[in-house]
């Protein structure tokens, strides 16, 4: 049976793997303690121990405002345990699914992103997410990178979830307006990453994934308040009356035209997605 390495194995795309049951496939998840990635010795042992077919890094540092004030962090665990991990899956010819962001692009733009456009990331975490990247396609011939945007799931923290809190605790919610991107739901990133396997596929490359169309966090906001039935109100505000940390960029929807012709893939429309996973994340 192939063994499969999912590294950061507590956080929110690796919980949704873990989802997915599969009875073919042995999924070894990791957290933190039990192997960090940034630490290249420990990957090493481990790789000696154990066969690994493909290694999925869901281990990231991703706390994009944050990352303003802690960069040695950020770029630690985004570029040099990316690159690490390259070396391992090399060095034991593991094929590498590495997860990315939307954050690599600067939000210029008003079409979406393609996996041609050139990156320019706008603060620390899309930068050490990037350079990730690029240690990756440098060392690495047998890999995956999947860029995703805006995810939210059942599980961890994210905006489907603080919302719903929100509107519990709140009769007045202000969200910007003026930030357009794609909710992704993360099982369906899983799912995704679970076909490339199934499909023992030769296609490498970089890739984006999300669910199909695009709304600002306000949006985002309106549609998961009208499917709880709440009656909190929701006011568009601009990022300039919410200042963050880290800049973020205006327009960061993924061009999907590429990932379904190669993967024959259906992707369902973010709205659709949402309708169905929301009650759940109560
Ligand atoms: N969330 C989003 O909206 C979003 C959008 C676009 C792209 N992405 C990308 O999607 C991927 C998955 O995101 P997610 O939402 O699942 O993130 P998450 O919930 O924050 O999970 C990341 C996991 O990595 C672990 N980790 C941190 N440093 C590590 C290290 N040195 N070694 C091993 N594990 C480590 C974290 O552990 P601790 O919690 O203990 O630190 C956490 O469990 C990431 O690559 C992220 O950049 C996310």
Known sequence: MMNILVTGGD???????KDIA?????????????????CLSSLE???????IAYCINCAAYTAVDEAESHPKAAFNINETGAKNLALVCKKHDTI??????DFVF????????????????????????????KHIQSILSKYFIIRTSWLYSEHGKNFVKTMLRLFQE????????????????AGDLALFIHRIIALKSPHYGLYHFSNLG???????????????????EVVAVPTSEFPTKALRPSYSVLDMTNTQEVFGIEIESWEKRLSKVVSRCH
């Open 22 to 38: 599969s009875n073919e496939l042995n999924f070894i998840y990791t957290d933190y303690l039990a192997l960090d990635i940034t």
């Open 106 to 133: 600067d939000g210029t733009k008003s079409t979406p992103y393609t996996e041609l456009d050139s990156p320019n990331p706008l603060g620390v975490y899309g930068a050490s997410k990037l350079q990730g990247e």
């Open 11 to 17: 956080g929110q795309l690796a919980t949704c793997i």
């Open 214 to 232: 695009a709304t600002t966090w306000y949006g985002f906001a309106k549609a998961i308040r009208a499917l709880s039935k709440s009656n909190t």
């Open 45 to 51: 042992s481990f790789f000696k121990a154990h066969p």
């Open 96 to 101: 590498l699914i590495h997860i990315s962001t």
């Open 170 to 185: 709140r009769d007045l919610v202000k969200v910007v307006d003026d930030q357009i991107g794609s909710p992704t739901y």
